[in-house]
């Protein structure tokens, strides 16, 4: 047994987003009329299908497994019937939506209350893998799903989520004893720490076996990413696991009862959803079920985002709640009003972190904002931008540069094996000169995986 | 809905592709960026953004200029009225505003027209947005020149300078060097004769029936501070306005000397960055250190004055109250497209900036000002800064590894 104890990360750079919308209420539970997998949610798989439409699937019925290592299983969350398998261009695999059976119950494969107890590090693994939990964490470097043949440095696992309007994990009625069942199950695989964050003056269920991490500071605070950044940096030919408290707490009940749980508060949030609060749902619901009621009848365009405003995913009424997201958050697309000489406004209702603009100075208001660029895409004018919004040991803007000129040595050097999409995310908030950092991390990622 | 957005939309179809006024699409897309916000919104990544673009950047350091704009203005008649030996009572507050409007605005119209106009076609013929650099650009030109430079001469220093120094290297954000001091320094070599001595510098002739004659027969001298100093022979030396009066620090602080248009006033320029720190647009550490590079220098160019560099007479003070040494710590070094990016790099960049400035002035008597050269020569640097500003970090990365290993 390893010994327990705290470290304290004290986080300066950031930002947490004055965004209107919060969700407070606990809403009555649903049971959506579909729920839906999309493989392009777990970076690093190749997804091939398991099931066909009109296939009856039970919960943790493997929908999809990737190509690669076969054993990586994407599980139906619910029991029920294959309604839809959506191809795009090349019959690429886009979503495999099932419909849940009648009774509303999810079936389970598995239901027997035997306890997982594998022998050795490889049937830990493959079975993790076959129950499909094993697709919800993530690996650094790459930000993809953990290879089943690296040994992980140490596992990071976030207590909290700093992202705007996040669902709140104390809401999520999370169990100690399965957080422990997970923990004892997780330090069989990896010979490193264990190490669990949460907010400073938050309390954690106490677990033996851990390293607990207070934090503080604003967004993204709660990064997996940021917090490994901060503690133990992961080298060149080091691999580090990351996942959140909630999985953690899935692993567990999978390890004390052999079954995966599969339901999931969502968040209804935005300044642009009305009744906000928190359902209790299934894994992947519908938008439909879930959003009926909640949009705001004002006339305008609204965006609907399987995800949080940063990092979430773009999508619409015939949408799904998406892996990683408990949140579904609504706002004004924006692009339905006129605003005349927008660059020299001074209302005090537009979100900046800029001191050029009012709101600057009333970090305490609240505000609604929309989904537009407010200016042109530009080449990098203004330095130190992205900074003060990472709070990791991380020279973004040479590093973007090497990205962009595909310069594998610099990229190393430069600590690209540390970074997920998500750090940067706010850093691209913040641009003036809205450079699509998300997407240009990913494409570095992807090519270092490539190629390197 | 905006009339004037319906103006915009009906006109659309004639300015894209195929349509008749098709050569003309980026000065459409231009003025209807320029007056209404793009209805682009985000497609990848964040679904939100920071209100902030660069348009906004670039009017927020516009705005931190008037007040050397307008000071200039007053400036420039005030010279004329004293060089021209008019008495207390026939000032005019506005005479003189009146005289230095009508003396600038030919300047800061030459420089916006040829500017823009080849921002426009070479957006138009790279099928690229127009960028907004060149709004800073063509105020800050006319404000380092010489009030009497002809208009032609701006017109070719502006052109070479936005040709060669920006759009050749790929637009806004992809030049080396500063464009307002390529222009300055292009007029400085390109034409010597014209741009020193002690007749640019004060505006002599009246303008449309506004302002005096200056007799150049009754001892005036309009020279500036600093190219007193760096002509001064023996003797004790009393730096004088331009007709002859002793000048005081204060003068020089408040900016009623002679010099280039908008960069006399120590006082507004430190308004002006008050406005772009409040602002979080100009890096407090490149300002900070190039005042605090120009004092080190000052002061050790005074402890060791000598009759040779008469220069080196000045006190670090005076060094920092005359010439272009605060315009260019404020609005010059801290152009973030030319100066180092990277937050320890740019210390090192504002103290080499001080340090040369003051050198060169001090040292050279053939330039009586360094700060223009000293920024030009610190662009160039700023790369290698930040390169071994990088290179720190990915050290502390490969020891990382090699500590492990």
């Not at chain 1, 015939?318 to 339905?336: K, M």
Request: charged residues 20%.
């Amino acid at each position: 047994m390893k010994v327990n104890s705290t470290l304290q990360l004290k986080l300066k750079r950031g930002l947490d987003l004055p965004l209107k919308g919060e969700a407070l209420e606990k809403l009555p539970d649903i049971v959506p009329s579909a729920v839906a997998i999309y493989p392009d949610d777990f970076p690093g798989i190749t997804p091939k299908l398991d099931v066909r439409e009109g296939d009856r699937v039970m919960a943790g019925t493997p929908l999809m497994h990737d190509k690669e290592y076969p054993q990586i299983a994407l599980a139906s969350p619910v029991g029920g019937v294959v309604k839809e398998v959506l191809r795009g261009s090349r019959r690429k695999i886009i979503r495999v939506v099932v419909t849940p059976s009648a009774e509303g119950t999810p079936e389970r494969q598995g239901t027997s209350d035997a306890a997982i107890a594998p022998k050795t590090r490889e049937d830990a693994v493959e079975a993790l893998c076959r129950s499909g939990l094993w697709a919800w964490m993530r690996q650094l470097p790459y930000d993809i799903v953990p290879r089943p043949d690296a040994v992980p440095r140490d596992i990071f696992v976030t207590g909290f989520d700093s992202a705007p309007l996040a669902t709140d994990f104390k809401q999520c009625g999370i169990d100690g004893s399965n957080l422990q069942a997970a923990v004892d199950y997780l330090s069989k695989l990896t010979d490193g720490n264990i190490y669990v964050s949460c907010r400073r003056g938050d309390s954690l269920p106490s677990i033996d076996g851990i390293t607990r991490v207070e934090i503080s500071g604003p967004h993204p605070a709660g990064n997996a990413g940021v917090m490994a950044n901060n503690i133990a940096p992961v080298n060149k030919g080091e691999t580090v696991w990351t996942l959140d408290l909630v999985t953690l707490d899935r692993i567990g009940a999978w390890v004390r009862t052999g079954a995966t749980a599969s339901r999931t508060n969502v968040t209804i949030c935005g300044p642009e959803a009305v009744n906000r609060g928190v359902v209790s749902t299934l894994v992947g619901a519908d938008m439909q079920t879930l959003l009926a009621g909640h949009i705001a009848d004002d006339g305008r365009n609204h965006r609907i985002i399987a995800g949080n405003v940063l990092t979430g995913v773009k999508t619409d009424m015939d949408g799904f709640v998406r892996f990683p997201y408990r949140q579904a958050t609504v706002i004004a697309e924006g692009d339905d009003k006129d605003e005349m000489l927008g660059w020299a406004s001074l209302s005090p209702n537009k979100m900046s972190a800029s001191r050029t603009f009012p709101s600057a100075f009333m970090p305490w208001r609240k505000l609604s904002g929309d989904a537009l660029l407010h200016g042109g895409r530009r080449a990098m004018i203004m330095s130190g931008v992205y900074d003060r919004m990472l709070p990791m040991d991380i020279m973004l803007e040479p590093l973007v540069k090497a990205i962009l000129s595909r310069n594998i040595e610099d990229m190393e050097a430069l600590g690209i094996y540390e970074i997920a999409p998500e750090d940067v995310a706010l850093a691209e908030w913040a641009d003036p000169s809205k450079i699509e950092l998300q997407k240009i991390v990913r494409e570095g990622l992807e090519y270092m995986r490539r190629e390197a | 809905m905006n009339p004037l957005r319906r103006i915009f939309d009906k006109a659309r179809p004639l300015f894209e592709e195929g349509g008749r006024l098709s050569p003309l699409r980026s000065v459409y897309e231009g003025f209807d960026s320029f007056l209404f916000t793009p209805k682009t919104t985000s497609s990848s990544g964040v679904h939100m953004h920071d209100s902030i673009d660069s348009k906004r950047i670039m009017i927020t350091v516009v705005v931190a200029l008037l007040p050397c704009l307008l000071f200039g203005m007053y400036n420039t008649g005030y010279q004329n009225w004293l060089g021209a030996g008019a008495v207390a009572a026939e000032y005019s507050f506005w005479g003189m505003m009146l005289y230095g409007f009508l003396a600038v605005l030919p300047k800061l119209l030459t420089a916006y027209i040829v500017g823009l106009g080849i921002e426009f076609i070479s957006a138009q013929i790279k099928h690229e947005e127009i960028q907004e650099g060149f709004l800073v650009t063509g105020i800050l030109i006319p404000l380092v020149c010489p009030v009497n430079t002809p208009c032609w001469m701006i017109a070719v220093a502006t052109a070479f300078a936005v040709i060669f120094a920006k759009e050749v290297f790929g637009g806004t954000g992809y030049n080396i060097f500063n464009v307002a001091l390529v222009t300055r320094a292009f007029l400085f070599f390109a034409y010597p004769a014209q741009m020193s001595g002690d007749k640019v510098f004060v505006a002599t002739q009246p303008i449309m029936g506004v302002g005096l004659t200056v007799n150049f027969a009754d001892g005036f001298s309009g020279a500036t501070p600093l190219g007193q100093a760096a002509t001064h022979a023996g003797g004790e030396m009393t730096l004088t306005n331009i007709v002859g009066d002793p000048l005081s620090l204060w003068d020089a602080f408040v900016g009623l000397i002679p010099g280039s248009f908008g960069e006399t006033s120590t006082l507004c320029i430190l308004i002006g960055a008050a406005i772009l720190l409040i602002g979080g647009i100009a890096d407090w550490r490149i300002i900070l250190s190039v005042f605090v590079g120009g004092t080190v220098m000052g002061f050790v160019a005074h402890t060791f004055d000598s009759p040779s560099y008469p220069c080196s007479f000045l006190t670090p003070l005076e060094q920092l109250c005359y010439g272009g040494f605060a315009f260019a710590a404020v609005f010059m070094a801290t152009d973030p497209v030319t100066a180092a990016r990277t937050a320890a790099g740019k210390y090192v960049y504002g103290f080499m900036i001080g340090v040369i400035a003051i050198l060169i002035r001090t040292y050279n008597n053939g330039y009586p000002e360094g700060a223009m050269l000293a920024v030009l020569l610190m662009n160039a640097f700023a790369p290698l800064i930040d390169y071994c500003v990088i290179q720190g970090n990915k050290r502390r990365r490969r020891n990382r590894l090699i500590s492990k290993a």
